[in-house]
C-alpha cells in the first residue's frame, strides 16, 4: 500500500478518504501492511471465521512473498488487530485470497472497508480484473462482494473441503 496508510469512514456508507477508518463503534480503525508480529491474531480471527481456516504458517508465507497485499486494520489506540484482507497481482489480474473480521467487529462495513483497500491498491498495481471464491453458502460474503461489482462468473465442484462445498469464482473489473 505504499508508505501512507489509507482511512475510509465506516457507517451506512464508506468513503475511502485519506488515512484510516471510523467505525460505527467510534474506534479508529488504521490500515497498514501485516507484519510477522501479527499472525498471531490474524490466526485467531482466521479460525473464528472459516470452518478450514488457513495456519499462521500459510500467513507468514504470504509475508515473505513480495506480490501480495497483507493489510490489517488496527483498532484504537490499543492496536487491536480487528480484521485482514490478503490479495495477490500477477500482471493484469489480481485475485483477494482471503478477508475476515473479528467476530465482534462484524457488521460495521468494516469488511468493505478492507475490500475497498485491497482493490484500490490492486487497481494502482495495474490490475484489470479481480477474481475471489466464496462458499456458495456465505450469503453475507456474496451479499458484501456483490456490492463491490462482482459477479459469479463459474462454479468450482467440491472446491472447500470441511464441510466440503462447491465455491462460487467471482469477477469483477477493478476500475468497478
Not at 464508506?14 to 490466526?43: H, M, P, Q, W, Y
Not at 483477494?96 to 478492507?114: D, W, Y
Request: negative net charge; hydrophobic residues 45%; glycine residues 8%.
Amino acid at each position: 500500500m505504499g508508505s501512507g496508510a489509507r482511512q475510509a469512514i465506516i457507517g451506512r456508507s464508506v468513503s475511502v478518504a485519506s488515512t484510516g477508518v471510523k467505525e460505527n463503534s467510534g474506534d479508529l480503525i488504521t490500515f497498514r501492511e501485516a507484519t510477522a508480529e501479527d499472525l498471531v491474531c490474524v490466526a485467531e480471527i482466521e479460525k473464528a471465521s472459516f470452518a478450514d481456516p488457513w495456519s499462521a504458517h500459510e500467513f507468514e508465507s504470504v509475508l515473505q512473498l513480495g506480490h501480495t497485499i497483507f493489510l490489517v486494520a488496527e483498532a484504537g489506540n490499543a492496536g487491536e488487530i480487528a480484521g485482514y484482507v490478503v490479495a495477490m497481482a500477477v500482471l493484469d489480474e489480481a485475485e483477494i485470497l482471503n478477508v475476515a473480521v473479528s467476530p465482534e467487529r462484524r457488521r460495521a462495513g468494516l469488511g468493505g472497508a478492507l475490500m475497498d483497500a485491497a482493490l484500490s491498491e490492486l487497481k494502482r498495481r495495474g490490475a484489470q480484473s479481480v477474481y475471489l471464491e466464496v462458499r456458495v453458502s456465505n450469503t453475507a460474503a456474496r451479499s458484501l462482494y456483490a456490492s463491490r461489482g462482482f459477479v459469479e462468473l463459474s462454479r468450482r465442484k467440491d472446491y472447500y473441503r470441511s464441510p466440503v462445498e462447491d465455491a462460487l469464482v467471482m469477477r469483477r473489473a477493478a476500475n468497478g
